[in-house]
């Protein structure tokens, strides 16, 4: 079976590998947590009387499940970390320290642009991805899995 990185050239693999594969996990993760999102939202619209509770409460939860979802996967995919044992506590903390800055940034952001210019919960959500791919790129290439 060839994988999909065979298809590219080498030197396009060797000097860019790790961005390829990022931005490949990236891809999954962004369609995974706003897919989590979307449903729970919907299922918290069911639950909660006041719209508000049902989609910042989605919003907290899928980033939770999306942070482990992306570690697990930046982990043994896009770093390729060794690191075990004890080590992974402390770099599953850095990893989810860079997330929680992405999400707290996601929680100001969303109610100010659901509440303040008007724009429905879900398209906020999706207008919301640039941002936090940006912020989760450089922080866990300087900084959870730093070599």
């Given at each position: 079976?060839?994988?999909?990185?065979?298809?590219?050239?080498?030197?396009?693999?060797?000097?860019?590998?790790?961005?390829?594969?990022?931005?490949?996990?990236?891809?999954?993760?962004?369609i995974?947590?706003?897919?989590?999102?979307?449903?729970l939202?919907?299922?918290?619209?069911?639950?909660?009387?006041?719209?508000?509770?049902?989609?910042?409460?989605?919003?907290?939860?899928?980033?939770?499940?999306?942070?482990?979802?992306?570690?697990?996967?930046?982990?043994?995919?896009?770093?390729?970390?060794?690191?075990?044992?004890?080590?992974?506590?402390?770099?599953?903390?850095?990893?989810?320290?860079?997330?929680?800055?992405?999400?707290?940034?996601?929680?100001?952001?969303?109610?100010?642009?659901?509440?303040?210019?008007?724009?429905?919960?879900?398209?906020?959500?999706?207008?919301?991805?640039?941002?936090?791919?940006?912020?989760?790129?450089?922080?866990?290439?300087?900084?959870?899995?730093?070599?």
């Amino acid at each position: 079976m060839i994988s999909s990185f065979e298809l590219l050239p080498n030197n396009l693999i060797n000097q860019h590998g790790t961005k390829i594969r990022f931005v490949a996990v990236g891809v999954w993760n962004t369609i995974f947590g706003y897919l989590v999102f979307v449903g729970l939202d919907l299922v918290f619209s069911y639950i909660f009387s006041k719209r508000y509770l049902a989609y910042m409460s989605a919003a907290v939860l899928a980033n939770i499940l999306a942070i482990t979802n992306a570690y697990i996967f930046h982990k043994y995919i896009t770093f390729q970390s060794q690191v075990r044992g004890k080590g992974i506590f402390l770099e599953f903390a850095r990893f989810a320290s860079t997330y929680l800055f992405s999400m707290i940034l996601g929680l100001v952001l969303l109610p100010f642009l659901v509440e303040v210019l008007g724009l429905a919960p879900k398209i906020s959500g999706a207008m919301l991805i640039p941002t936090t791919m940006i912020v989760s790129y450089f922080g866990h290439s300087n900084f959870s899995f730093r070599r």
